[in-house]
């Protein structure tokens, strides 16, 4: 009977450990999905709100040709330079206008003898559109590129002041100023919460959150400046006048023709004979 009974205890007390672990099981799930839904909300995104201003000018005198001018750098974060400059560039350049590629601006304007964008940014836009043979010019001013953290809160920020001019008549043809920020983060109640909080607020610092930020930014400001129609776009140079040397003069194998052609500046021009130049 002794044997039985211990047995039976140990039977009994199985049982009771069995029963435990799958109560144990069921609630442990049940705690962590709520958990990762109630501590995790997802990043807080805002559309643009910042100020930007088209000028009458614009309305009358939109630019064929724009070159984008290295920023002014306000943040002294050495990484900006080039990010803020090339994300601008890459929504503008989806616009009608026709845009000198940033390598050409620098290489422009380092032949003129200009490198810093300080001094760059001192120039009369006069000046600017001769050396770099464009009908307008956008200046620019990096004005935040931050991340900040703590624990379970980060927030990356990204601001530029930018600005379009006439190169000829020095008149403002639009500009726009902002700040894009992007914060993640929650109150954890759990541990499990502090964890999850604190790896999702760690990630959005990264240097790819930065890029996504500076992106939000221009992709939303850019969209404030009117393009020009289709119409507008597809208008084709006007050439003004055409000369040339061979009226009256015949010429023969191995001859130079000397031709003079006028029209819209800063554009390649060619001419073709026909078909005198065979035979």
């Given amino acids: 009977m002794a044997v039985f009974s211990k047995i039976e205890l140990m039977a009994s007390s199985l049982k009771r450990k069995t029963i435990m672990g799958l109560i144990f099981l069921f609630i442990l799930p049940g705690c962590v999905v709520a958990t990762r839904k109630d501590v995790v909300p997802p990043p807080i995104r805002s559309l643009y709100k910042g ?19 290295p920023f002014k750098n306000e943040t002294k974060k050495k ?44 120039l009369s836009p006069q000046r600017l559109g001769k050396i770099l ?34 190169v000829k008549a020095n008149e403002l043809l639009w500009s726009g100023q902002h700040v894009q920020s992007k914060h993640q983060g929650g109150v954890p109640i759990t541990p499990i919460g502090l ?12 240097q790819i959150e930065l890029l ?51 029209g819209n500046p800063h554009l390649a021009a060619s001419y073709d004979i026909g078909d005198f130049k065979q035979g």
């Fill in 51 to 69: 100020e930007y201003k088209v000028g009458e000018y614009l309305k009358d005198h939109q630019p064929r040709m724009v070159a984008i001018l």
């Fill in 79 to 122: 990484e900006a330079f080039e990010i803020v400059r090339r994300t601008f560039y890459n929504h503008f350049s989806s616009l009608r206008y026709g845009d000198l590629e940033l390598f050409k601006v620098d290489q422009r304007l380092k032949k003129a003898g200009f490198t810093d964008p300080d001094e760059i940014n001192k």
């Fill in 133 to 166: 043979g464009v009908d307008a010019v956008i200046y620019g001013r990096i004005t935040h590129y931050d991340r900040a953290y703590a624990g379970v809160y980060s927030k990356v920020s990204v601001g530029a002041a930018v600005k379009m001019v006439d």
């Fill in 195 to 206: 964890i999850i909080t604190a790896i999702s607020t760690a990630a959005n610092i990264r």
């Fill in 212 to 262: 996504r930020t500076s992106d939000d930014l221009f992709r939303d400001m850019v969209k404030t400046i009117p393009g020009p129609t289709v119409a507008e776009a597809s208008i084709p140079p006007v050439i003004k006048m055409l000369v040339h040397d061979a009226v009256g003069s015949p010429k023969k194998a191995g001859d130079i023709i000397k031709v003079v052609l006028e």
